[in-house]
């Protein structure tokens, strides 16, 4: 959907596209179709954030659904690093530009039923390494993860059935006990993290350790 409360701070400044990250065709068109490279024009600094994710499937490898792993790595993997070569491409003039992967703890932490999830996580952390390989003039990279935010996606957890994932219930506790943290809170620390000049000397990191 739209942002309305956004677009009436930015006005036109603010420019928004509507894609199904998990259709790679229908990314590469709007892709090719210039936009994302009209948007960079003149930025300084240029900067992408790849937050999309989906959860599921989760459960056991016999009872994954292979249309919910198909879209889950199109959207947590494919999408993100097409994003990212195409920013990277569509920046070449700018002198500073700056890759943000929004990771996740089960990047480098296994959870039983959550397979999928952690192998796409895990391939964003790597990514971001092997990018800072690379050693693109002006780019700096990492895959920061936020811990755990208190977002719909945390409830989808909470509503799991322990027979799929058997750690919900540690979830359930982090709720009730009021230590997930405000989306509005790790928000703000990642943006600042982003435009901080410390940004990317840690190419995987946690946003906690950063904000401390």
């Known amino acids: 959907g739209t942002n309305a409360a956004l ?4 006005g036109a400044a603010l420019v928004e596209a509507r894609l199904d990250l998990a259709d790679a065709g229908a990314l590469e068109r709007w892709i090719a179709g210039g936009e994302l ?19 599921q499937p989760i459960g056991p490898l016999e009872a994954q659904d292979i249309a919910a792993v198909s879209r889950a790595v199109a959207v947590n993997v494919g999408a993100a690093l097409a994003l990212a070569a195409a920013f990277a491409a569509a920046t070449t003039g700018v002198r500073d530009r700056r890759i943000l992967h929004i990771s996740s703890g089960a990047g480098s932490t ?7 999830y952690c192998a796409t996580k895990a391939a964003l952390d790597h990514h971001a390494r092997a990018v800072a390989l690379d050693r693109s003039p002006g780019l700096r990279i990492a895959s920061v993860a936020p ?38 809170d790790a928000g703000a620390e990642l943006v600042d993290y982003l435009l901080a000049d410390a940004f990317g000397r840690e190419t995987v990191t946690d946003l906690r350790r950063v904000s401390a």
């Open 110 to 116: 296994a959870y039983a039923g959550w397979s999928v």
């Open 37 to 55: 490279g009209a948007f960079l024009g003149g930025a300084e600094p240029a900067v992408l954030v790849n937050n999309a994710g989906l959860l």
């Open 147 to 184: 811990g755990v935010v208190d977002t719909d996606m945390q409830a989808e957890i909470r509503e799991t059935d322990e027979s799929r994932f058997p750690d919900r219930a540690r979830f359930v506790e982090l709720k009730r006990e009021g230590r997930l943290r405000r989306p509005e």
């Open 7 to 10: 677009a009436a701070r930015r």
